[in-house]
């Protein structure tokens, strides 16, 4: 059997929150954060979970879908522009990811 990566520490966490924080990050995928920390992203990805109960993964797509809400919200921007500042090929995915996550389309 394998051995089991350790979770990430509180401290690692805020370091990985910090960096995505730090400059416009929307765009910022998990092998970016991976290399930032000096880890494989698949080990990376694995701590994560295993420290909060999501992959980084997951929790990227999620800063996705609040930066939509947020510019939906807050501007008179099209879904398009929206879709494409917040880090998604084509509004399209946007629009999937958007109904998986909340279970309703961004219009």
Do not use: W
Request: charge should be positive; hydrophobic fraction near 40%.
């Amino acid at each position: 059997m394998f051995p089991t990566e350790p979770p990430l520490t509180q401290g690692q966490l805020h370091l990985i929150e910090a960096f995505l924080r730090e400059e416009d990050r929307a765009l910022i995928c998990v092998a970016d954060v991976a290399e930032a920390c000096g880890l494989p992203h698949l080990t990376l990805n694995q701590r994560y979970k295993r420290a909060t109960g999501k992959s980084l993964k997951r929790h990227l797509l999620e800063r996705r879908i609040g930066c939509v809400e947020a510019l939906l919200a807050e501007s008179r921007f099209t879904l398009v522009f929206i879709a494409h500042r917040c880090g998604f090929v084509d509004v399209e995915q946007c629009r999937r990811h958007f109904y998986r996550c909340t279970g309703r389309f961004p219009d």
